[in-house]
């Protein structure tokens, strides 16, 4: 007999259980929180369904709907065109496929953003994580897991917004850099609204995780939910924006796949 092929072993382990397939991806309703910019800037819209048909005289046998969303409304992916570093660069249908598939490292602050949530993450944080686990994937994702994904069932609660603005966990500037421009990941992904702290505005340069990453040509996805679910190495990440041409990122349906003992 021969052996059998890579394809069929994975369909196989993925049959038997032996690899697990868990789900990142928010739900995408009206309810699903959206990014709130001062108001002098324009503001993304949130998701709408307007029914087309539903079994009736507008259609009998169907239901379907047209929908309103922002490209980077719930789980989204951020193309390189998204920020004006990466302005000449790839728009989010550009984006090789191949590269929508890859490995990811997880590191794990959910206990620092729960006692600090403007906690950030430095680079002797992820130097600290190597040490320990080994270095990032070559061509994979870096994931921060801070525990946000426990309050995406609130607009407020998931912004986490005062007078001073948003307060949600992140990478320094410095760390930012270093992700986009040394290490070897093609992008970040967060659980929380968006890739950048919610001090980002702050820093310097302004929301440094969208300048550094976008110019850079890496990616960028946010509010996963899920990563608890997944070791600190060894899965790997599916990524599925829509090919939305000229468009500067999209929903997606983000899994992982995970090999279970």
Not at 130 to 141: C, F, R, Y
Not at 174 to 191: H, K, M, N, T
Request: with cysteine; aromatic share 8%.
């Amino acid at each position: 007999m021969p052996e059998p092929s890579v394809l069929a072993s994975l369909v196989s382990a993925l049959r038997g259980g032996a690899i697990e397939v868990v789900d990142l991806t928010s739900p995408l309703s009206s309810s699903t929180p959206v990014i709130q910019l001062p108001p002098e800037f324009g503001q993304t819209a949130v998701f709408e369904l307007q029914e087309i048909s539903r079994y009736d005289d507008r259609g009998p046998a169907w239901y379907w709907n047209n929908f309103r969303s922002g490209e980077h409304t719930g789980t989204h992916f951020d193309a390189p065109n998204h920020w004006v570093t990466g302005k000449d660069l790839s728009d989010v249908a550009s984006v090789p496929a191949r590269r929508l598939i890859a490995p990811a490292a997880v590191l794990d602050f959910t206990a620092e953003a729960e006692a600090d949530p403007d906690f950030l993450v430095e680079v002797e944080h992820v130097k600290a994580w190597e040490a320990v686990n080994g270095p990032l994937p070559d061509g994979g994702w870096l994931l921060l897991r801070t525990g946000w994904d426990a309050r995406s069932h609130a607009q407020e609660e998931f912004l986490n917004a005062d007078e001073n603005g948003p307060h949600t966990p992140g990478l320094s500037p410095d760390c930012a850099r270093w992700v986009a421009q040394e290490s070897p990941v093609i992008g970040l992904g967060v659980e929380t609204v968006g890739t950048d702290a919610g001090r980002g505005f702050a820093f310097d340069p302004a929301f440094p995780c969208h300048s550094y990453l976008m110019g850079s040509d890496k990616y960028g996805l946010t509010q996963l939910r899920n990563l608890a679910a997944l070791p600190a190495t060894g899965s790997v990440v599916i990524a599925g924006p829509l090919p939305i041409v000229a468009g500067s990122g999209s929903p997606a349906r983000v899994l992982a796949l995970v090999e279970r003992s």
